[in-house]
């Protein structure tokens, strides 16, 4: 009896899946895609991928180099790294450190009205963007009071890497 039963839901079964299989429409293949063409694929070395021009396997040797030592306003102003880039601090700036909030000897000869022979802080420096975008101030506003943020000491290192961006004249 249970030998059956089995059999007539096995055949139950099988007759359903006919009969689904055969209402419903037959399923034509997707449309040929046009060719494209190949894209050529180009593999990078290490040595393209690193700031340092070996390997990335390699335990790079840096060579040595001294910063500034020229005192301000014994250098003429540096170009810029690139357009738009913040200006080079074209002295020796150990003197000057730490600068904090309550100490930034940079001032001293940049602020606005300083009487020095210096370049004076552009008034984006003493604009509050967040808070007051259309107010330029008196002193400096917000995180500007750090310097070494965005401008850089010199040195005389050699770049690890060649610039290839267009340097203004």
């Avoid at 802080?121 to 943020?149: E, K, W």
Wanted: charge should be neutral.
């Amino acid at each position: 009896m249970a030998r059956g039963l089995v059999l007539s839901v096995v055949t139950g079964a099988l007759l359903m899946a006919v009969a689904l299989a055969s209402d419903e429409p037959k399923m034509e293949p997707p449309p040929a895609t046009p060719k494209t063409e190949a894209v050529k694929v180009t593999s990078i070395s290490d040595a393209e991928l690193a700031l340092y021009p070996g390997s990335l396997f390699e335990v790079p040797n840096p060579t040595g180099f001294t910063w500034n030592a020229n005192g301000p306003g014994d250098n003429a102003r540096l170009s810029r790294a690139y357009p738009i880039a913040p200006p080079r601090i074209p002295h020796a700036i150990a003197e000057f450190l730490p600068i904090t909030l309550r100490s930034n000897a940079c001032l001293d000869c940049h602020a606005k009205d300083a009487g020095a022979d210096a370049p004076e802080l552009p008034p984006s420096h003493r604009t509050d963007l967040r808070n007051t975008p259309d107010v330029v101030g008196t002193a400096v506003a917000g995180a500007r009071f750090l310097c070494l943020s965005c401008h850089v000491p010199t040195s005389d290192a050699k770049p690890a890497r060649t610039n290839r961006l267009p340097v203004p004249q």
